[in-house]
């Protein structure tokens, strides 16, 4: 069985890089999954809980919050470039349980001034910190 190598690099350096044989990732157009010698292909990614089947142990997965970014799959290694990425095993749940509440918050407030941008902004934050919340809990 042939492996690949997965990479998650966000502008803070390596988050992942690890063996695989399997991952989930959810692009603009839904969920895609990946095994080695898949075809080369470069797509957009969505905030979305990364799922990662590792080959040092069967029943071994890591799960990354991706908030967004580009994937890269070519010749077996995969590259996940991201504006943030956090394993489940990094994120502070309780940190996040407020920054949905902060998000919460400003929703209500955008809504009631009207302002769409902030709205727009706060909405992201929320699925952000939802997506880091359920990853956290894995």
Same mark, same amino acid.
């Given at each position: 069985?042939?492996?690949?190598?997965?990479?998650?690099?966000?502008?803070?350096?390596? $988050?992942?890089?690890?063996?695989?044989?399997?991952? &989930?990732?959810?692009?603009?157009?839904?969920?895609?999954?990946?095994?080695?010698?898949?075809?080369?292909?470069?797509?957009?990614?969505?905030?979305?809980?990364?799922?990662?089947?590792?080959?040092?142990?069967?029943?071994?997965?890591?799960?990354?919050?991706?908030?967004?970014?580009?994937?890269?799959? $070519?010749?077996?290694?995969?590259?996940?470039?991201?504006?943030?990425?956090?394993? &489940?095993?990094?994120?502070?749940? &309780?940190?996040?349980?407020?920054?949905?509440?902060?998000?919460?918050?400003?929703?209500?407030?955008?809504?009631?001034?009207?302002?769409?941008?902030?709205?727009?902004?706060?909405?992201?934050?929320?699925?952000?910190?939802?997506?880091?919340?359920?990853?956290?809990?894995?």
């Amino acid at each position: 069985m042939t492996h690949m190598t997965v990479q998650v690099v966000t502008p803070d350096g390596v $988050k992942y890089d690890h063996q695989a044989k399997f991952i &989930s990732v959810k692009t603009a157009e839904g969920e895609m999954g990946i095994l080695s010698k898949h075809i080369n292909i470069i797509a957009p990614l969505v905030i979305h809980e990364m799922k990662i089947r590792r080959t040092d142990d069967d029943n071994h997965v890591d799960w990354i919050a991706i908030n967004g970014g580009i994937i890269e799959v $070519k010749d077996n290694v995969v590259t996940i470039v991201a504006d943030s990425a956090e394993r &489940s095993r990094d994120i502070d749940i &309780s940190r996040a349980e407020r920054a949905k509440q902060r998000a919460e918050r400003q929703i209500e407030e955008a809504k009631s001034s009207k302002d769409i941008n902030e709205a727009r902004r706060a909405e992201i934050a929320l699925q952000r910190a939802l997506n880091r919340i359920s990853v956290g809990n894995k």
